[in-house]
């Protein structure tokens, strides 16, 4: 795969590194063109012939102009080359048209919240390990247990946000779907002198995201991600403290309740926000990791806990799975699963996550892939997929790791 060089020279040349989040950065902050680069066309191109391939075409030769999209949604930022929930990466998803950023809130030692996908990724997503305080973290390098090399195990938790915005954000080394700069940049050479710093991404404080979101224009989906210590936290921190703490930084930064997706894979969490915060969880996502559910079997569908009726009328309206529990297989194309059609049926909206963040679909996708992989075959099955979820299923957004592709789909079919 490769991504052209007006993508990337668009971001570093519109978008530098930022050095604050002062006032001063907000006409830098915002967008003034969607930049989609090659990478959509050659999707297109590898398309089998058909009516998409053709109309989608036609959009390549008509289309100068594309706008933000909301189905177009931003996974960290644009983390398949910008380190993710950094400033860059968030600036570039916005640069491609991302209507919707997400931010994985998490807390530090001092209980301030911050954006990381997980508490204890600091090892795999920052430079701690190249830093002072790697000696502050759970589980430090050179650990031995049984004589084995225990992996570094560093979290927001184990330091202060002051310690924390010292970091950088760098790729993430556990993601073995990202793929590595020299394959994105195959046919590319001579991207390689204009590729962002990989260890200089800004961290941001979730309020500081917020801030910058709104400079950005874009809507906000803020995911509590579940703590890797115990609750309460230092004996007095509970998990409805965190989850009031989330919303209450929202409602200090001035978003309104209609551009607020708040997310959590725990129902305790969404049940709670309904009830204590009925304005800011109109859009409430759940998100559905019950991935051993046979969702092409009406049966398994129908006993899942809770089930998707109940999920709707508890007052859930949304419902955010991993692409691979929305789609099926018959008569060897790809369909809606029996899930997404219960689910609709149930009367919920759905998401689906996340595109651009497996390996080749010419090697079958992965895990966002597993219920189609036999009838995919190359990466412009990406373009089918995505046409699957907007126009059968009904999807009202899709979560990407390179939002140039759901942006450019958006576009051209109108789901913006």
Known sequence: MSIHRSVVAAVLLSLPVMSSLAASDEARGRVSAVQLGLRPQQLVQQLAAGLLKTELQACLREKKVFSPASFSIGHRGAPLLFPEHTAESYRAAAAMGAGILECDVTFTRDRELVC??????????????ETALVEKCVRPPGQRMNGDNLEAQCCTSDITLEEFKSLKGILDRSNLNVRSEDELLETNSALRDMLPPQNGGTLLSFSEALQLFRRLNVGVAPELKSPSVSMPFQDEYSQQDYATQLVS???????????????SFSYDDVLYWLKAYPDYARQVVYLDDRYNTDVNNRESVIAMDPPLSKIASDGVRILAPPLFMLLGVEEGEVVPSIYAREAKNAGLDLIGWTTERSGS??????????????????????????DVLAQQVGVIGIFSDWPATTTFYANCKSTL
């Open 249 to 263: 930084e929202v409602e200090a930064a001035g978003i309104a309740p209609e551009r607020v997706w708040l997310q």
């Open 361 to 386: 679909l010419g090697d079958g996708g992965g895990f966002y892939y597993s219920t189609v992989q036999d009838v995919i075959s190359n990466d412009g099955d990406i373009l089918t997929v995505v």
């Open 116 to 129: 990381r996908h997980d508490q204890c990724d600091l090892h795999n997503t920052t430079n701690i390990l």
